[in-house]
């Protein structure tokens, strides 16, 4: 049986679903197997882990049973009927109960979190940088002040460069805001005086790219310069413990050529077209199946001899 963890109306998690139909591989599609309807059973000791899954009338489905799991959903609760306390103590709960299990599952798992991306799955841009350049992968130049004339400074320079404006962004949300004018910067000066600022180039045409175990997926056929890219995208995807996770890359119209402006540790099947979308599903499907083998992506699982 293969588990698909996500909203029934997930279009990813629908195609995942229709390819491994396809192939006449079971499916269970559920949003959070560790809460009703569903019933879970867990018993651990020093010496073994076992789980099980009930649904209705159905015989349980046994951890060993499971062929492959696929991750789209952090086990949220259905707030309706909670009092606020109780909502957020229960949703913890179950959110930790979920991703120890998940860990202790034997068969390919996509994608299986650290619990620091389970917990903060779109962690600001700025905490990728150090692995992204560590793998050999590019970023843009940013500044992060909450000094009034060096956010000028900065602006100024980009200016000579031949870049109108400046671009900054948030540290809580995937926003980005233009800064161009005299009220523009006013504003942002404004928002200096309480926190600081994330500044950076604006760019040009961007292009998508995917991971999926070995495989680099790109939406369009990459430039030479991209395509020489790839190692470092494997690299970077084993090196934060994903076998699925897409980036955004700037193209050649940024400051210092292509560069790395975004990470999507839960990527969605629209930011790609048909043909990619096609080879995505592929290949988590060769995953899921057990047609790739652990440098393929299938994290690591935990030494039941030390529960």
Known sequence: MHLLLGDPQDSFCLSIR?????????????????????????RLNND??????????????????????????????????????????????????????LWSLPCPVVNRYSPSLWYCPQPPFLSWRPMLRRCGLPTMEALVTNVETEARAFGRELALTGFPGTVYSPFTDELHYLVM?????????????????????????????CVVGEQVIWEGAPCSEAALLEPA?????????????????????????????????????????????????????HILTGQNDARHGTQPVMDRSSL
Request: glycine share 8%.
């Open 48 to 101: 073994q882990s076992a789980s099980q899954l009930v649904w209705g009338d159905e015989p349980p489905l046994h951890d060993n049973e499971l062929a492959g799991v696929l991750v789209r959903s952090a086990g949220w609760l259905d707030p309706d009927g909670w009092r606020p306390e109780d909502l957020a103590y229960t949703q913890a709960e179950t959110q930790a109960a979920l991703l120890a299990w």
């Open 181 to 209: 004018d005299d009220k523009e910067w006013g504003g942002l000066a404004a928002l200096q005086r309480v926190a600081p600022v994330c500044l950076a180039p604006p760019h040009g045409e961007t292009q998508m790219v």
């Open 18 to 42: 229709h390819a491994l139909e396809a192939l006449s591989y079971p499916v269970r599609m559920i949003a959070n197997p560790v809460v009703h309807p569903s019933r879970f059973e867990w």
């Open 233 to 285: 995208l494997r690299r970077f995807a084993s090196e934060i413990g994903l076998c699925f996770v897409a980036l955004a890359l700037a193209l050649a119209q940024s400051p210092g050529g292509i560069a790395v402006i975004a990470v999507e540790t839960h990527p969605c099947l629209e930011l790609f077209g048909t043909v990619a979308q096609e080879q995505i599903v592929q290949g988590i499907v």
